[in-house]
């Protein structure tokens, strides 16, 4: 039976492939688990530096799967799932989105076609995001009586604003690849086929940088959004020690003195 995502890996550069187009990729638990496995697979590789996730077909994720909701739903109604079981498959789906803040590398979201409740809950979840013009993005969780998950509520108020994330919540209602890239979702919108191509140049460009200082600054920004700034003076301050006192640069340093590209090692 084919997996339902597959990991290619070029360079420093890995793609992860949400591979369900016949479902529009829509998730089910079993699939969160598989993709924090991979994940911790790929933390384990010191060769990968960034991490593109993209979705095959017409749509980057559509949600959950439609056939678990339908089950899932009966046997809550027929007493069969009770609260216990829904707390035990949610941890699942945390520890993924746990993993994905966690993993050494910044993880890209290529996005086309539909991003929605659990796509839209992995697209905040990731560093950085590309997507084509007309790409979907939404929490139509309201619509069916559910609510957000994953981390969406932790999230969305710190990339989007808490008015606009009010309004995604509350309304269930869609925005496109323009609007989300006007209010800060988006970070490079790509034409219509383009998406992973542009998001293969973001890619390059960030693993070209010294490692060392990238993961730092993925772990130093996630922390700022929480700590005061006294904490973050001084763990700015560690950081920049273990950055200075690297190979890659005193290798950086000579590089941009002898007017050369610089060769990190991650060293």
């Not at 699939?31 to 790929?42: I, S, Y």
């Not at 980057?60 to 035990?88: N, P, T, Y």
């Not at 994953?150 to 323009?178: C, H, Q, S, W």
């Amino acid at each position: 039976m084919k997996s339902p995502i597959r990991v290619e890996k070029s360079g420093h550069i890995a793609w992860m492939y949400l591979d369900r187009p016949e479902k529009l990729n829509a998730m089910t638990i079993d699939t969160w688990a598989l993709m924090g496995d991979l994940l911790r697979e790929l933390n384990a590789d010191l060769e990968i530096r960034v991490l593109v996730i993209a979705g095959e077909g017409r749509a980057f994720l559509a949600g959950h799967d439609v056939g678990e909701i339908k089950e899932h739903s009966e046997h809550i109604s027929s007493g069969q799932i009770g609260a216990s079981q829904l707390r035990e498959w949610q941890k699942k789906l945390q520890d993924t989105t746990r993993l994905i803040r966690l993993v050494r590398f910044p993880v890209i979201a290529a996005v086309q076609g539909y991003a929605v409740g659990a796509g839209c809950e992995l697209v905040f979840a990731c560093d950085l995001v590309v997507a084509e013009r007309a790409a979907k993005f939404g929490f139509p969780e309201v619509n069916i009586g559910a609510t957000i998950t994953n981390g969406g509520t932790f999230f969305m108020p710190r990339k989007v604003g808490l008015a606009k994330a009010r309004e995604l919540a509350y309304t269930g209602e869609f925005i496109d690849g323009e609007e989300a890239h006007r209010i800060g979702l988006v970070n490079r919108l790509a034409a219509e086929g383009e998406v992973r191509a542009e998001a293969a140049k973001l890619a390059q460009q960030i693993a070209s940088r010294a490692p060392i200082a990238v993961q730092a600054h993925k772990v130093m920004l996630d922390r700022g959004m929480e700590a005061s700034l006294e904490v973050m003076l001084h763990f700015e301050t560690e950081c920049m020690i273990q950055s200075n006192l690297s190979k890659d640069s005193l290798e950086g340093t000579s590089a941009w003195l002898e007017k050369r590209q610089p060769n990190f090692t991650g060293t």
